[in-house]
């Protein structure tokens, strides 16, 4: 399944102690996202830890996604392609190799398959 996600919002949780930063975060999120069972559905989730050096106190960010299922929008967009060609071009056969929608999948899927495999590279070694 590939996924399109793209950032609706961002906040900060500090604490001079980096545990309590980090579990206040994660009170956060289970109050206002994971809590809402629509929200958990849909938002993406992604908490990094800000350089100390930096904030002088533990910092951590907390980054929401909004995140649809690619292959959806790409299965739609093709059956109303081939409704319209069938309707007003009276096509019984429509060609999907001139569609420019078909070459930039397979870019993003090279793409994304590239990331995926050195990830698992990385993360079981």
């Not at 908490?47 to 292959?71: A, G, M, Q, R």
């Not at 056969?93 to 930039?104: A, G, L, P």
């Amino acid at each position: 399944m590939t996924t399109y996600s793209e950032m609706i919002f961002q906040k900060e949780f500090s604490n001079k102690v980096s545990k309590q930063a980090y579990l206040n975060a994660c009170i956060w999120l289970a109050k206002n996202v994971y809590g809402k069972s629509d929200y958990a559905k849909r938002v993406t989730v992604k908490i990094e830890k800000k350089d100390v050096k930096k904030t002088k106190i533990p910092t951590f960010v907390v980054s929401l996604y909004v995140t649809i299922n690619e292959s959806e929008i790409k299965n739609d967009f093709c059956q109303k392609c081939q409704q319209l060609h069938t309707l007003f071009y009276c096509v019984d056969k429509v060609n999907c190799e001139e569609c420019k929608m078909s070459s930039y999948r397979k870019q993003l899927n090279n793409y994304v398959k590239n990331l995926k495999d050195y990830f698992e590279e990385v993360f079981e070694s």
